[in-house]
C-alpha cells in the first residue's frame, strides 16, 4: 500500500483551494468586485450632478484603483512563508498568476465602471492606473510586506492629487501620471514601467517576509 | 520556613531610569512614520499650487484647510486603523489584558502616536506654508483657529482609526478607512448643504470674507467630542460605565447645531469691510485695489501706466479702476480683473495679459437681445478687436488671430499722437452696442 502522502480532507479541498483561502483570496475578491461597482456608482452620481461633466470622474478613476490594488496587495502576505519556500516547485509561476489573474479581472471591471470618453478619464485612464498602481503596489509588498503594501500607492497618491496641475503638461504627464487623461504616452510609459517592475520584483522575491509584528 | 520580605513599593510604573510607556509609543512603529506622511502630503500638495495661495493669507488658510481634510485626514485615519490593529496582528492582546493598568489608560497611551504624530506633522506643514507666505502677503492675517481646528480634527480622525483598527480584524481595514474617509470628507465639496460645513474639507472661496468667532472653537469641540465619545466607549470598564461616552457625544451634538443652522452657501463666512477696503494710487485714471492686494498696487499702476496715458484727460475715459467684491460704485469707476489670478508671490506674473485683460474690461458691454445686429455690426466688431490690440496686444500664446483687425490696427497705429487721441475719444463716446455709430479709424 501506497503512504498516505495528503490527508483526505486536504485531497477533497484540492491545494488550489486551500491557496485561496490561505491568502484570503475570496475576500479579497469580492472587495475588489464591491470596489469596482460602488466606483460605477459613484462615476454616475459625479457626472449627474449640476455643473459637472465627465472629468468630475477623476476621483473614481484615481482612488477606484488603489483601493482595487490594496485589496491584491495585502493578498499577497503569506501566513506561512518560511514552509512555502521549502516547496519543491517554482513559486514564481505561482505568484505571477497570483498578481496578474486579479489585476485582470480589477482592469476589466474599471474600465467598465466608466465607459465612454476615452480621450479624458474614461477606460484607458482606469486600466492604465489600475496596472500602474498593482505594480507599486507589488513592489511595495516585495520591499516592505504584504500587509501595509497599500500604504506607498496611498502616500503617493494622496501626495500628487492635488500636487498636479488641472492641465496635463511637462514633467507632470511623468511624476503625476496617476491624474492624467487616457491618451498620454508619458502616464503610459510610466505606469506600464512600475507595473513590470512591480511584478518581476514581487515574482522574483515573493512579499518580504514579516514577522507577526508588522 | 523563610519567608522573602515583600519587594518595596515605588510610586514610579516604571524602572528609573526607563522611558515612560508613552515615549516608547511615541518614539517606536508607525507613529513617527505617519507624522513624516502627512507632513510630505500637505507640503508637496502645497508646492504644486504655491502659485495660487502664496500672495493671501486666505488663501493660504483655504488650501491648508482643505489639503488637511481631504488628504492628511484620510492618511491619519489608515494610519490610526492599522496602529490600533498592531496588539491583534503581534498576538499580545492577551498579554496586555494581564497588564494591572485600567483598559482605558493603556488605550490612551496606545492611541497616542495615532492623534499626536499626525497633528503634529500636519502642524509643522502650516507653520512652513504660513511661514512662505508672509513675506508676501499686505493686509488681514491668517486664520489661525482654522487651522488649529483642522489639527484637532486630523488628530480626532486618527483615533477614530485607532478605535475601528482595534474592533475589526481584517488585512484591508485600514486602506478601506482610508479611501472611503476620503469618499466621506470630500463628498461635502460636492453638495450644497449644511451639513458640508461639520466636515473639516469643506471650501469657501471668497478673499474678503472671514469666519465667525465661534466656527473654529465649536467645530474643534465637535470633532474632539465625537473622538472621545469613541474611545470612552470602547476603552471604558466595567461595561455600567459606557454610558459615560454619551456625555462627549452630547457635547459633540450640541456643538454641531449652530454649524448645521449656518447658511447653507456662505457657511461661517462674512464679508470683511477691512479687508475689502479700496486702497488707491494717486494717478490718472485712479488704480484702486482692494486692502488684500496693496502690495500689488504699484505693479498694476505700472502694468495700465501706458493704457492710462493715453485715456489721460478724455472725455468718457474712466476716473478709476476698482477691483473687489463691490465693483465700481461711483460714476466714472470702471472694474478691474482679479489680480489674484494673475499675481504669484507680490507680483504680476504677466502684465501684458494684465494690461490686455483690463483693455476689455473697459470696453465690454452687454447689449440687449436686437441691438449690435445690421449691415455694419461685422465691420464694428472688427473695429473692437483693432482697438483693444492696438492699445495691449494678446500675447502670442493666447490664440487671438488680429489678422482682420491688421488694416485698421496699422492705420491707428500710423496716426499722429493727436489724432490717436481724438479717435479714442470719439469711439469712447460712441455706443459699443450701436454698430453705426463705431467710429472707423
Known amino acids: 500500500m501506497r503512504p498516505l502522502l495528503v490527508e483526505p480532507g486536504l485531497r477533497r479541498t484540492g491545494p488550489l483551494r486551500l491557496y485561496l483561502r490561505s491568502r484570503a483570496l475570496p475576500g479579497a475578491l469580492a472587495a475588489l468586485v464591491c470596489t469596482a461597482a460602488f466606483g460605477a456608482g459613484a462615476a454616475r452620481w459625479l457626472v449627474s450632478l449640476p455643473d459637472f461633466d465627465h472629468t468630475a470622474r477623476l476621483p473614481v478613476v484615481v482612488f477606484g484603483p488603489l483601493l482595487a490594488t490594496a485589496a491584491i496587495g495585502t493578498s499577497l502576505y503569506a501566513p506561512c512563508d518560511e514552509l512555502d519556500r521549502t516547496a519543491v516547485r517554482a513559486w514564481w509561476p505561482r505568484r505571477l498568476v497570483h498578481l496578474l489573474a486579479p489585476t485582470a479581472l480589477a482592469a476589466v471591471l474599471f474600465a467598465l465602471a466608466v465607459p465612454g470618453h476615452t480621450e479624458a478619464f474614461g477606460p484607458p485612464a482606469a486600466v492604465r492606473n489600475t496596472l500602474g498602481l498593482t505594480g507599486v503596489t507589488a513592489g511595495a509588498a516585495a520591499l516592505v510586506g504584504a500587509r501595509l503594501s497599500w500604504l506607498p500607492p496611498a502616500f503617493f497618491v494622496g501626495t500628487v492629487y492635488l500636487a498636479a496641475p488641472s492641465r496635463p503638461e511637462g514633467a507632470a504627464q511623468w511624476w503625476a501620471w496617476v491624474m492624467q487623461p487616457g491618451p498620454g504616452t508619458g502616464a503610459w510609459t510610466v505606469a506600464l514601467g512600475a507595473f513590470v517592475a512591480g511584478s518581476v520584483l514581487y515574482a522574483w522575491r515573493g512579499a518580504r517576509r514579516t514577522t507577526a509584528e508588522s | ?75 491619519t485615519l489608515a494610519a490610526g486603523c492599522w496602529q490600533g490593529g498592531r496588539d491583534r496582528r503581534r498576538r499580545t492582546t492577551d498579554l496586555w489584558e494581564s497588564v494591572p493598568r485600567p483598559l482605558l489608560r493603556r488605550l490612551a497611551v496606545a492611541v497616542a502616536p495615532s492623534v499626536l504624530w499626525p497633528a503634529a506633522g500636519l502642524l509643522l506643514a502650516d507653520v512652513v506654508c504660513l511661514l512662505a507666505t508672509w513675506p508676501y502677503v499686505s493686509e488681514g492675517r491668517p486664520f489661525l483657529e482654522l487651522l488649529a481646528a483642522d489639527v484637532v480634527a486630523v488628530a480626532a480622525l486618527g483615533a477614530l482609526g485607532h478605535v475601528v483598527g482595534r474592533l ?174 494673475d499675481a504669484t508671490r507680490g507680483r504680476l506674473t504677466r502684465p501684458d495679459l494684465y494690461l490686455n485683460s483690463a483693455v476689455s474690461w473697459l470696453f465690454s458691454t452687454t447689449c440687449r437681445p436686437g441691438e449690435n445686429t445690421g449691415p455694419n455690426a461685422e465691420r464694428a466688431s472688427v473695429v473692437h478687436l483693432a482697438v483693444s490690440e492696438w492699445l495691449a496686444p494678446t500675447p502670442a500664446d493666447y490664440g487671438v488671430d488680429p489678422t482682420a483687425a491688421q488694416p485698421y490696427i496699422d492705420r491707428l497705429r500710423a496716426k499722429s499722437p493727436a489724432a490717436q487721441r481724438d479717435y479714442l475719444a470719439r469711439y469712447l463716446a460712441a455706443k459699443g452696442c450701436d454698430p453705426d455709430k463705431v467710429p472707423v479709424p
Request: glycine share 8%.
Open chain 2, 1 to 75: 520556613m523563610t519567608t522573602s520580605p515583600a519587594p518595596p513599593r515605588t510610586r514610579r510604573a516604571t524602572p528609573p531610569g526607563a522611558p515612560s510607556p508613552l515615549v516608547t509609543e511615541l518614539r517606536r512603529g508607525l507613529g513617527p512614520w505617519t507624522g513624516v506622511a502627512v507632513a510630505l502630503t500637505v507640503l508637496l500638495s502645497m508646492y504644486g499650487k504655491a502659485p495660487d495661495w502664496q500672495s493671501r493669507w486666505s488663501d493660504a488658510t483655504q488650501l491648508l484647510h482643505v489639503t488637511a481634510g481631504l488628504l492628511a485626514g484620510p492618511l
Open chain 2, 168 to 341: 475589526v480584524r481584517w488585512r484591508l481595514a485600514a486602506p478601506l478607512l482610508g479611501v472611503f474617509g476620503y469618499v466621506g470628507l470630500a463628498i461635502g465639496s460636492y453638495t450644497e448643504s449644511a451639513a458640508r460645513w461639520l466636515g473639516p474639507a469643506s471650501e469657501h472661496q471668497s478673499v474678503w470674507d472671514r469666519p465667525v468667532w465661534w466656527f473654529a472653537p465649536v467645530s474643534m469641540v465637535w470633532a474632539a467630542g465625537l473622538a472621545l465619545s469613541a474611545l470612552l466607549a470602547y476603552g471604558l470598564r466595567p461595561a455600567r460605565l459606557r454610558p459615560l461616552a454619551l456625555l462627549p457625544l452630547a457635547v459633540a451634538v450640541a456643538a454641531a447645531a449652530p454649524i448645521l443652522r449656518l447658511p447653507t452657501d456662505t457657511g461661517p463666512w462674512r464679508p470683511d469691510p477691512a479687508l475689502a477696503r479700496p486702497v488707491c494710487d494717486d494717478g490718472t485714471p485712479q488704480v484702486c485695489l482692494t486692502a488684500v492686494d496693496r502690495a500689488l498696487l504699484p505693479e498694476v499702476a505700472a502694468a495700465l501706466a501706458p493704457l492710462n496715458s493715453r485715456l489721460r484727460g478724455l472725455p468718457g475715459a474712466p476716473v478709476r479702476w476698482v477691483s473687489g467684491p463691490y465693483g465700481p460704485t461711483r460714476p466714472g469707476d470702471v472694474e478691474l480683473p482679479d489680480t489674484g489670478q
